[in-house]
């Protein structure tokens, strides 16, 4: 039977003389491969079955913690293997940007244009001028940045400051590391903050589902009755955006009633008092009118949870979207783990640290590249530093001493994305010529997406790696075809920033001209002339394998073998690491005040600040636009910006729909399918209204990322494949002082909007609606205020950091929290004892020479070379294996038969070249390692047991008895 | 004897759509073709006191079929273990089954060519089943919440079984008299 | 929900087949009882109904899936589609019996075969008649036993289509009696004209009959029972069907006819104007009753189906597996 072309099937795959439609597995030449889903972060196993080179089918793996469940994108990826609209070929623009004019060129000839392209742009204009925007991770992104290392720009970025890295800066400021890690089974209390599993992390839901029928409290925070708020046991439906608010109260809360963890706090805990005094003002009834929640609410939850330990806390994605009081949100979040005493403890939040068995993501980085003056021109790293490098040099140098490892520079380093648009348009603080754009479509990604279509129509050189033809690559100069799912092996390695590690195997070579990610930043490299010493790994299973490598797991010769017997790696559980060796953190205990974010002028302990735009502090603003926006929450059954082109998925969710409760939707006329207009002061989208009492009467819930890549983008450039009209972004503002002062990054939560119907004359998105400002204002187009003079959204406070009593000796660094000397470079500590100290190892080193010293053979050794040398630092010689003391007294008792010679240093028997080694009792010859009696030095003939006069032929037993023959 | 019925855990839906999209990609449908659609009828009640539940729907592959006998041409049919399904090689496409169905759970596509049309509906994943007499259908592989469980009724050991016997189950539409074999575990707010 | 199914060639067939029904089932009547031997009269009467079970038929089969093989329905015993189908073709087998008996009237050439046919004449007429009948009660029964429609799955459904069936038949009647093929005889013209003032009266009651048990039956729906039924009797009693209801089929198709009847004496209201509002009327109901093929909703199934992508939506035919753009 021929599957119509209407189907969303594929054709070709059905045997014609039969009406089945399935494939059968069982047929010959059909392999099994076990690879991972590659469409979100959940990456659940995925079963392929390849037959002739290409993948016949796909099912969920049902060994894998996805228990073979797969989401609407996991069952897809055969279909986006072979979609028509993928991008087969590299393109090279022929047209004018933007008029979809291209021609096919080979892969590698678009790798050298574009190479002799950005370094001529490096000679003219600084490393610098180029910049690289990612997105979620779908991407290798160690190789990325080992690209720009080497190429010597600080300037890459992804949208991670909507994502975690803000979050897991706090907390490691806090605690040392980011207790991202919940031991959910010991755990007698979840709270799902911000976060809704049941609408991204399935595999997670199914976990949370079956924890809660045994027990579990699930306390869900979100402003929607979300999926997950649905299955909760107590919702907290507060304002959007007023998260912080209401984690200030919550510790209020917990502190003023006693409830922490008294004993842990007294241990561990630092400035404890401090912050008691610090939140005193952050009651619950000083929360509820900014948080719309009972101040009963407030205790109640916080009861919950410090009642309930051990319990955890899910990161979710809100805390790092609501604009200015972001990172005050997660850092008031992560005291209140460490004050009821839930951090690293069985059933608690655990605290992974990275990677010790095996090579981390930064290890991979080649950071050592980049030098000092490059890294300070990071764009936005004067503002934002807790994400740029000053705030990650002194997180990593920190974890560097307490773990022995760090955090990679990618998603925890990184340029502030919006500056970098901004500078592209004004060249300020200096003119970003290229941007090399990978894995996103930054127009419905990143934040003001009216700027930032402005700053890619105006990027002097683009270049785009994608799947499909977006509206960013429509603009651009080549785009590159990217091999996905099922085309490339998989390494989940949560962002370098834990100690597990996953694997999943390339099913089928890449279709048509598509390469991996790391193959281009490889290719793009070694054509921009980067050492080839520096790029020695093919493919993603080379990498992988060097990756893997020192874990030397057993039968393990490749990384496909890994995949094979292993698929993951988890470190044999441990938590209460703390107890042994401390916390993480400069001082080795909780810093209730952060040292780390007062160095950088922040303030130590999360203060309160509100959102942009809210009734409270901006009266006048809500007058206007009286209704609270959320926007940014994920939705089934799109990722972000990607899956509009699936047909199979679109069709169930063709259009784009806000959520507005009933009681406002009739004071507004809106009835359920109608289109309209959400408008804030930045500008305005349509979309259509669901309305349904899931969201508070004086909010609307917009879902992100709506594009529409069905139309001819060509065809609008003022808003190309509607990639405006219904986007959230073009709602959302990046001015410095709407950003968190710390992290950088900016609100999709809590912004004030009005909302109503698109009238008969006024439905269509017209060519005023498009205009982009800086700052972001529909009012005012163009740009008014040059990035470099805007304000933050909060001053720096002055930071005096302490003298050291005594002088630093050459060579060391000083922590003034801990008043401990370090070794420059390797990071190790200067202990009482003279030794250093390595903290991955808790190994002694030489002060001296670095060496190791080696209990077991009272010696030092040095790693690097393998040479063992005295405690006096005198390398230790060697013969036949057997260490010799050349010079010295016989240090053992020598053979009566035997001589001592002192200019060697060991024992000989006559003239013979043999060497005496004590601890067996044989003498060894120094030539081939053969064993001879130390009584007349006849050879040991392991075949058969007998000694051998070699002179005669004669053997002996081993009582020197002949045997004769 | 074998009699298939399918037992969904409302309690543990939460309307990802999965089981759709995997249907529709594995059975190769048409675009407009939906054999399992995940109705919800949004949040009910009054802010904040509202609740929301999900129905997962699908052929009830009923014991008394409303949808076989009136089938003119002998394609829609049912077999022993109570898999209603539809052969294409017979189906006139007449639509009457599709018109007899309370439930609404059967279609010729629009998309396919106008004179190469035929009734599809769910089969329990019958050819699936065909070449593996142990496998589940795509729907109930690919829930990530396990909402769907499926299996054999008159197997007092299978867990569908243990379910319906121990756990209050609702049917739809029970008084067309169709004895439906879904079996519906409500979400009445409370837990799984 | 998802629901019409049926498009309009299959309306338009039920119209068709009833109309033919009726006309059958009436010309038997009178060929048999009232005017005995005067078959010719009802020759073109005859060849109407068999053009409309012929345009029927192509409705039908052309609304088929697969059309090329129709045939198969009479691979099983019970379906009620599958006798519904038997009936229209021996209806139409021997109505075009009977008609040939009459055919060498205007073509000497079939004279032979007229001929042979013509004793059998109103025998084949007879049968024609009783199929005839069947096809007229088919319609409505194959609609009510389709009980996941509740408006259609009452007892009164056949009654209407059947009344309705024979209405539209005497209305074809009275426009296309006596003439071509056959010949006619001057005392062949006098007998049409009675069966013409009989067809008056006749469809005077069947009007009547027609109005009370389709009011009966909406205004019963409408008040009471069912949710389902009730919400689309509602909607022909005061929703978006009621002007077509209450203005086209009760007023244009039932009443005004019938009060042209009445009192239209042999003008051209009552003997043109009238039997054509008739048959429209009649055509009308058919598009409605099968249009309201409303089915219980199961909670939550409008707003889905009315989430879910139209079929000309551009992404649908954007792309094309197989057909790479890049």
Same mark, same amino acid.
């Given at each position: 039977?021929?599957?119509?072309?209407?189907?969303?099937?594929?054709?070709?795959?059905?045997?014609?003389?039969?009406?089945?439609?399935?494939?059968?597995?069982?047929?010959?030449?059909?392999?099994?491969?076990?690879?991972?889903?590659?469409?979100?972060?959940?990456?659940?196993?995925?079963?392929?079955?390849?037959?002739?080179?290409?993948?016949?089918?796909?099912?969920?793996?049902?060994?894998?913690?996805?228990?073979?469940?797969?989401?609407?994108?996991?069952?897809?990826?055969?279909?986006?293997?072979?979609?028509?609209?993928?991008?087969?070929?590299?393109?090279?623009?022929?047209?004018?940007?933007?008029?979809?004019?291209?021609?096919?060129?080979?892969?590698?000839?678009?790798?050298?244009?574009?190479?002799?392209?950005?370094?001529?742009?490096?000679?003219?204009?600084?490393?610098?001028?180029?910049?690289?925007?990612?997105?979620?991770?779908?991407?290798?992104?160690?190789?990325?940045?080992?690209?720009?290392?080497?190429?010597?720009?600080?300037?890459?970025?992804?949208?991670?400051?909507?994502?975690?890295?803000?979050?897991? $800066?706090?907390?490691?400021?806090?605690?040392?590391?980011?207790?991202?890690?919940?031991?959910?089974?010991?755990?007698?209390?979840?709270?799902?903050?911000?976060?809704?599993?049941?609408?991204?992390?399935?595999?997670?839901?199914?976990?949370?589902?079956?924890?809660?029928?045994?027990?579990?409290?699930?306390?869900?925070?979100?402003?929607?009755?979300?999926?997950?708020?649905?299955?909760?046991?107590?919702?907290?439906?507060?304002?959007?955006?007023?998260?912080?608010?209401?984690?200030?109260?919550?510790?209020?809360?917990?502190?003023?009633?006693?409830?922490?963890?008294?004993?842990?706090?007294?241990?561990?805990?630092?400035?404890?008092?401090?912050?008691?005094?610090?939140?005193?003002?952050?009651?619950?009834?000083?929360?509820?009118?900014?948080?719309?929640?009972?101040?009963?609410?407030?205790?109640?939850?916080?009861?919950?949870?410090? $009642?309930?330990?051990?319990?955890?806390?899910?990161?979710?994605?809100?805390?790092?979207?609501?604009?200015?009081?972001?990172?005050?949100?997660?850092?008031?979040?992560?005291?209140?783990?460490?004050?009821?005493?839930?951090?690293?403890?069985?059933?608690?939040?655990?605290?992974?640290?990275?990677?010790?068995?095996?090579?981390?993501?930064?290890?991979?980085?080649?950071?050592?590249?980049?030098?000092?003056?490059?890294?300070?021109?990071?764009?936005?790293?004067?503002?934002?530093?807790?994400?740029?490098?000053?705030?990650?040099?002194?997180?990593?140098?920190?974890?560097?001493?307490?773990?022995?490892?760090?955090?990679?520079?990618?998603?925890?380093?990184?340029?502030?994305?919006?500056?970098?648009?901004?500078?592209?348009?004004?060249?300020?603080?200096?003119?970003?010529?290229?941007?090399?754009?990978?894995?996103?479509? @930054?127009?419905?990604?990143?934040?003001?997406?009216?700027?930032?279509?402005?700053?890619?129509?105006?990027?002097?050189?683009?270049?785009?790696?994608?799947?499909?033809?977006?509206?960013?690559?429509?603009?651009?100069?080549?785009?590159?075809?990217?091999?996905?799912?099922?085309?490339?092996?998989?390494?989940?390695?949560?962002?370098?920033?834990?100690?597990?590690? $996953?694997?999943?195997?390339?099913?089928?070579?890449?279709?048509?001209?598509?390469?991996?990610? $790391?193959?281009?930043?490889?290719?793009?490299?070694?054509?921009?002339?980067?050492?080839?010493?520096?790029?020695?790994?093919?493919?993603?299973?080379?990498?992988?394998?060097?990756?893997?490598?020192?874990?030397?797991?057993?039968?393990?010769?490749?990384?496909?073998?890994?995949?094979?017997?292993?698929?993951? &790696?988890?470190?044999?559980?441990?938590?209460?690491?703390?107890?042994?060796?401390?916390?993480?953190?400069?001082?080795?205990?909780?810093?209730?005040?952060?040292?780390?974010?007062?160095?950088?002028?922040?303030?130590?302990?999360?203060?309160?600040?509100?959102?942009?735009?809210?009734?409270?502090?901006?009266?006048?603003?809500?007058?206007?636009?009286?209704?609270?926006?959320?926007?940014?929450?994920?939705?089934?059954?799109?990722?972000?910006?990607?899956?509009?082109?699936?047909?199979?998925?679109?069709?169930?969710?063709?259009?784009?729909?806000?959520?507005?409760?009933?009681?406002?939707?009739?004071?507004?006329?809106?009835?359920?399918?109608?289109?309209?207009?959400?408008?804030?002061?930045?500008?305005?989208?349509?979309?259509?209204?669901?309305?349904?009492?899931?969201?508070?009467?004086?909010?609307?819930?917009?879902?992100?990322?709506?594009?529409?890549?069905?139309?001819?983008?060509?065809?609008?450039?003022?808003?190309?494949?509607?990639?405006?009209?219904?986007?959230?972004?073009?709602?959302?503002?990046?001015?410095?002082?709407?950003?968190?002062?710390?992290?950088?990054?900016?609100?999709?939560?809590?912004?004030?909007?009005?909302?109503?119907?698109?009238?008969?004359?006024?439905?269509?998105?017209?060519?005023?609606?498009?205009?982009?400002?800086?700052?972001?204002?529909?009012?005012?187009?163009?740009?008014?205020?040059?990035?470099?003079?805007?304000?933050?959204?909060?001053? @720096?406070?002055?930071?005096?950091?302490?003298?050291?009593?005594?002088?630093?000796?050459?060579?060391?660094?000083?922590?003034?929290?801990?008043?401990?000397?370090?070794?420059?470079?390797?990071?190790?500590?200067?202990?009482?004892?003279?030794?250093?100290?390595?903290?991955?190892?808790?190994?002694?080193?030489?002060?001296?020479?670095?060496?190791? &010293?080696?209990?077991?053979?009272?010696?030092?050794?040095?790693?690097?070379?393998?040479?063992?040398?005295?405690?006096?630092?005198?390398?230790?010689?060697?013969?036949?294996?057997?260490?010799?003391?050349?010079?010295?007294?016989?240090?053992?008792?020598?053979?009566?038969?035997?001589?001592?010679?002192?200019?060697?240093?060991?024992?000989?028997?006559?003239?013979? @070249?043999?060497?005496?080694?004590?601890?067996?009792?044989?003498?060894?010859?120094?030539?081939?390692?053969?064993?001879?009696?130390?009584?007349?030095?006849?050879?040991?003939?392991?075949?058969?047991?007998?000694?051998?006069?070699?002179?005669?032929?004669?053997?002996?037993?081993?009582?020197?008895?002949?045997?004769?023959? | 004897?074998?009699?298939?019925?399918?037992?969904?855990?409302?309690?543990?839906?939460?309307?990802?759509?999965?089981?759709?999209?995997?249907?529709?990609?594995?059975?190769?449908?048409?675009?407009?073709?939906?054999?399992?659609?995940?109705?919800?009828?949004?949040?009910?009640?009054?802010?904040?006191?509202?609740?929301?539940?999900?129905?997962?729907?699908?052929?009830?592959?009923?014991?008394?079929?409303?949808?076989?006998?009136?089938?003119?041409?002998?394609?829609?049919?049912?077999?022993?273990?109570?898999?209603?399904?539809?052969?294409?090689?017979?189906?006139?496409?007449?639509?009457?089954?599709?018109?007899?169905?309370?439930?609404?759970?059967?279609?010729?596509?629009?998309?396919?060519?106008?004179?190469?049309?035929?009734?599809?509906?769910?089969?329990?994943?019958?050819?699936?089943?065909?070449?593996?007499?142990?496998?589940?259908?795509?729907?109930?592989?690919?829930?990530?919440?396990?909402?769907?469980?499926?299996?054999?009724?008159?197997?007092?050991?299978?867990?569908?079984?243990?379910?319906?016997?121990?756990?209050?189950?609702?049917?739809?539409?029970?008084?067309?008299?169709?004895?439906?074999?879904?079996?519906?575990?409500?979400?009445?707010?409370?837990?799984? | 929900?998802?629901?019409?199914?049926?498009?309009?060639?299959?309306?338009?067939?039920?119209?068709?087949?009833?109309?033919?029904?009726?006309?059958?089932?009436?010309?038997?009547?009178?060929?048999?009882?009232?005017?005995?031997?005067?078959?010719?009269?009802?020759? =073109?009467?005859?060849?109407?109904?068999?053009?409309?079970?012929?345009?029927?038929?192509?409705?039908?089969?052309?609304?088929?899936?697969?059309?090329?093989?129709?045939?198969?329905?009479?691979?099983?015993?019970?379906?009620?589609?599958?006798?519904?189908?038997?009936?229209?073709?021996?209806?139409?087998?021997?109505?075009?019996?009977?008609?040939?008996?009459?055919?060498?009237?205007?073509?000497?050439?079939?004279?032979?075969?007229?001929?042979?046919?013509?004793?059998?004449?109103?025998?084949?007429?007879?049968?024609?008649?009783?199929?005839?009948?069947?096809?007229?009660?088919?319609?409505?029964?194959?609609?009510?036993?389709?009980?996941?429609?509740?408006?259609?799955?009452?007892?009164? =459904?056949?009654?209407?289509?059947?009344?309705?069936?024979?209405?539209?038949?005497?209305?074809?009647?009275?426009?296309?009696?006596?003439?071509?093929?056959?010949?006619?005889?001057?005392?062949?013209?006098?007998?049409?004209?009675?069966?013409?003032?009989?067809?008056?009266?006749?469809?005077?009651?069947?009007?009547?009959?027609?109005?009370?048990?389709? =009011?009966?039956?909406?205004?019963?729906?409408?008040?009471?029972?069912?949710?389902?039924?009730?919400?689309?009797?509602?909607?022909?009693?005061?929703?978006?069907?009621?002007?077509?209801?209450?203005?086209?089929?009760?007023?244009?198709?039932?009443?005004?006819?019938?009060?042209?009847?009445?009192?239209?004496?042999?003008?051209?209201?009552?003997?043109?104007?009238?039997?054509?509002?008739?048959?429209?009327?009649?055509?009308?109901?058919?598009?409605?009753?099968?249009?309201?093929?409303?089915?219980?909703?199961?909670?939550?199934?409008?707003?889905?189906?009315?989430?879910?992508?139209?079929?000309?939506?551009?992404?649908?035919?954007?792309?094309?597996?197989?057909?790479?753009?890049?």
């Amino acid at each position: 039977m021929e599957i119509s072309k209407t189907s969303t099937g594929l054709k070709g795959l059905v045997s014609p003389d039969t009406v089945s439609t399935e494939v059968d597995i069982h047929q010959d030449g059909v392999t099994m491969v076990k690879s991972l889903c590659y469409f979100c972060h959940a990456n659940c196993g995925v079963l392929a079955y390849v037959k002739d080179g290409d993948v016949i089918k796909i099912e969920g793996d049902p060994d894998y913690s996805n228990q073979g469940g797969l989401c609407c994108r996991g069952t897809s990826a055969l279909l986006h293997v072979n979609h028509p609209a993928r991008i087969n070929h590299a393109l090279k623009r022929v047209g004018a940007k933007g008029e979809g004019k291209w021609e096919k060129i080979p892969y590698d000839q678009a790798i050298q244009e574009v190479a002799d392209r950005l370094n001529q742009i490096k000679d003219e204009s600084g490393a610098e001028a180029v910049a690289s925007a990612g997105g979620t991770t779908r991407t290798d992104d160690w190789a990325r940045r080992r690209f720009l290392n080497q190429f010597g720009t600080p300037n890459g970025f992804h949208n991670a400051l909507l994502c975690w890295i803000p979050t897991f $800066m706090a907390e490691t400021c806090v605690a040392g590391w980011s207790p991202f890690e919940t031991d959910l089974a010991g755990a007698k209390c979840l709270i799902l903050w911000g976060m809704n599993p049941g609408a991204s992390t399935l595999g997670g839901m199914n976990g949370y589902t079956d924890l809660q029928k045994n027990g579990l409290k699930i306390v869900v925070v979100d402003p929607r009755y979300s999926e997950t708020a649905s299955k909760a046991d107590l919702w907290l439906p507060l304002r959007p955006g007023s998260d912080a608010a209401l984690a200030l109260a919550m510790l209020h809360t917990i502190i003023y009633e006693g409830l922490v963890n008294w004993e842990f706090v007294g241990e561990w805990c630092d400035g404890f008092e401090e912050l008691q005094e610090h939140v005193a003002e952050y009651t619950p009834e000083w929360a509820a009118p900014i948080t719309w929640l009972e101040p009963d609410q407030i205790r109640q939850a916080a009861r919950l949870y410090a $009642m309930n330990t051990p319990g955890c806390i899910q990161w979710g994605c809100t805390w790092d979207q609501i604009g200015r009081a972001s990172t005050t949100g997660s850092h008031a979040i992560a005291l209140m783990r460490a004050v009821c005493g839930n951090l690293d403890v069985p059933g608690g939040d655990g605290m992974p640290g990275p990677a010790l068995n095996y090579l981390t993501d930064e290890e991979m980085e080649l950071n050592e590249c980049l030098p000092e003056e490059q890294k300070a021109k990071q764009i936005g790293s004067n503002k934002f530093k807790l994400t740029s490098w000053p705030g990650y040099q002194m997180i990593s140098d920190n974890a560097k001493r307490t773990w022995g490892k760090t955090l990679p520079t990618e998603w925890f380093c990184e340029a502030h994305g919006p500056s970098v648009f901004k500078a592209i348009i004004t060249g300020d603080p200096y003119q970003v010529r290229a941007l090399i754009v990978n894995a996103t479509n @930054p127009i419905n990604s990143y934040g003001d997406a009216k700027m930032t279509l402005q700053a890619l129509k105006q990027c002097e050189f683009l270049v785009v790696v994608d799947y499909w033809m977006t509206p960013t690559a429509l603009f651009a100069d080549y785009v590159f075809p990217a091999a996905g799912a099922l085309e490339r092996p998989t390494i989940v390695t949560h962002y370098g920033a834990t100690d597990s590690i $996953m694997g999943g195997r390339r099913a089928i070579q890449p279709k048509y001209d598509r390469h991996t990610d $790391m193959t281009f930043w490889r290719k793009l490299g070694l054509a921009c002339g980067q050492d080839p010493a520096n790029w020695p790994w093919e493919t993603e299973e080379e990498a992988y394998f060097h990756i893997l490598e020192p874990l030397g797991l057993g039968g393990v010769e490749s990384y496909n073998d890994f995949v094979d017997y292993y698929r993951m &790696y988890y470190p044999p559980l441990h938590q209460n690491k703390f107890k042994a060796n401390g916390f993480w953190t400069p001082s080795g205990k909780v810093e209730c005040n952060s040292t780390i974010l007062r160095e950088l002028g922040y303030p130590g302990m999360p203060t309160y600040i509100g959102c942009i735009e809210n009734e409270i502090d901006t009266p006048e603003i809500a007058e206007e636009y009286p209704i609270v926006l959320t926007t940014g929450g994920g939705f089934m059954p799109y990722h972000h910006s990607e899956h509009f082109q699936m047909q199979g998925i679109r069709y169930l969710y063709p259009d784009p729909y806000f959520s507005i409760n009933p009681e406002l939707a009739e004071k507004l006329n809106i009835a359920y399918g109608d289109w309209c207009w959400i408008e804030t002061r930045r500008g305005r989208i349509k979309m259509r209204a669901n309305v349904e009492p899931e969201v508070h009467p004086n909010v609307v819930f917009a879902p992100r990322g709506w594009w529409f890549p069905e139309r001819d983008g060509s065809a609008d450039l003022d808003n190309p494949f509607g990639c405006l009209e219904s986007n959230v972004n073009v709602l959302t503002s990046v001015d410095d002082e709407h950003c968190d002062p710390m992290g950088g990054s900016w609100a999709n939560r809590g912004l004030m909007c009005k909302v109503y119907k698109c009238g008969e004359y006024d439905k269509e998105y017209k060519k005023e609606d498009t205009q982009f400002s800086i700052p972001g204002s529909s009012s005012e187009p163009g740009v008014t205020v040059m990035p470099s003079d805007q304000k933050l959204a909060r001053e @720096p406070i002055p930071f005096e950091k302490p003298e050291p009593a005594e002088a630093v000796p050459e060579g060391y660094e000083w922590v003034w929290q801990s008043n401990t000397l370090y070794q420059k470079g390797t990071h190790f500590r200067l202990d009482e004892s003279g030794w250093l100290i390595n903290p991955r190892t808790k190994g002694y080193h030489d002060a001296h020479t670095g060496w190791r &010293y080696d209990a077991a053979n009272e010696c030092l050794v040095d790693d690097e070379t393998g040479k063992m040398y005295t405690m006096e630092r005198e390398e230790i010689v060697f013969a036949a294996g057997v260490r010799c003391y050349p010079g010295q007294a016989a240090p053992y008792e020598v053979p009566e038969n035997l001589t001592w010679n002192q200019e060697k240093g060991y024992a000989t028997l006559g003239d013979k @070249p043999y060497v005496y080694d004590p601890n067996s009792g044989w003498m060894l010859d120094p030539d081939n390692g053969a064993f001879h009696d130390a009584n007349y030095g006849w050879l040991y003939d392991a075949a058969t047991g007998h000694l051998v006069d070699e002179a005669t032929g004669k053997h002996y037993d081993m009582s020197y008895a002949p045997v004769e023959e | 004897m074998t009699r298939y019925v399918m037992v969904i855990d409302q309690r543990r839906c939460i309307g990802c759509h999965s089981c759709t999209v995997a249907c529709r990609t594995w059975n190769k449908l048409p675009l407009d073709i939906v054999y399992n659609p995940v109705v919800t009828e949004g949040a009910q009640g009054t802010w904040p006191n509202v609740h929301k539940s999900w129905q997962p729907l699908l052929c009830m592959h009923c014991e008394n079929p409303e949808c076989v006998p009136c089938c003119p041409s002998g394609a829609s049919q049912q077999d022993e273990d109570g898999t209603v399904w539809v052969d294409p090689k017979k189906c006139l496409s007449c639509k009457v089954c599709v018109n007899a169905c309370p439930y609404g759970m059967r279609d010729a596509s629009h998309l396919e060519d106008r004179m190469h049309r035929y009734v599809r509906k769910c089969t329990f994943c019958r050819d699936k089943r065909q070449l593996d007499p142990s496998a589940q259908p795509y729907c109930v592989l690919t829930c990530h919440q396990k909402a769907r469980i499926f299996g054999d009724l008159d197997d007092p050991n299978s867990e569908v079984s243990k379910l319906i016997g121990s756990v209050k189950t609702e049917r739809l539409f029970e008084e067309f008299g169709t004895e439906p074999q879904i079996y519906y575990i409500p979400d009445l707010g409370g837990k799984a | 929900m998802k629901h019409h199914y049926w498009e309009p060639p299959i309306a338009l067939y039920l119209f068709l087949g009833g109309l033919a029904g009726g006309i059958l089932f009436l010309a038997a009547i009178f060929n048999s009882f009232v005017v005995p031997g005067y078959a010719e009269v009802f020759a =073109l009467p005859v060849l109407v109904s068999l053009v409309c079970v012929a345009i029927g038929c192509v409705f039908l089969v052309v609304d088929l899936g697969q059309p090329g093989v129709f045939w198969r329905v009479w691979t099983t015993s019970k379906s009620i589609i599958k006798w519904g189908a038997t009936f229209l073709v021996i209806a139409a087998v021997f109505a075009l019996l009977f008609l040939l008996a009459f055919i060498g009237d205007a073509w000497p050439i079939f004279a032979g075969l007229s001929g042979l046919l013509k004793p059998a004449a109103d025998f084949f007429l007879i049968v024609a008649g009783f199929f005839g009948l069947c096809i007229m009660m088919y319609t409505g029964i194959m609609l009510s036993t389709l009980k996941a429609h509740a408006f259609w799955a009452t007892p009164a =459904l056949p009654v209407l289509f059947t009344i309705s069936a024979i209405s539209t038949g005497c209305a074809a009647i009275v426009l296309s009696i006596g003439g071509w093929p056959a010949a006619m005889t001057l005392e062949s013209l006098f007998v049409s004209e009675i069966v013409l003032e009989i067809l008056h009266v006749v469809d005077i009651v069947l009007v009547i009959a027609e109005l009370i048990v389709l =009011l009966t039956m909406v205004l019963s729906f409408a008040g009471a029972g069912n949710e389902t039924a009730k919400a689309a009797a509602r909607r022909w009693v005061k929703g978006s069907y009621a002007g077509l209801f209450w203005v086209g089929m009760v007023g244009l198709g039932l009443v005004v006819p019938l009060v042209m009847y009445i009192g239209g004496g042999h003008s051209a209201a009552a003997t043109l104007v009238a039997p054509i509002l008739v048959l429209c009327g009649g055509c009308l109901l058919r598009f409605m009753v099968v249009n309201t093929d409303d089915r219980a909703e199961i909670p939550g199934e409008n707003r889905y189906y009315n989430r879910l992508a139209k079929n000309d939506a551009e992404f649908i035919t954007k792309w094309t597996y197989g057909d790479n753009q890049f």
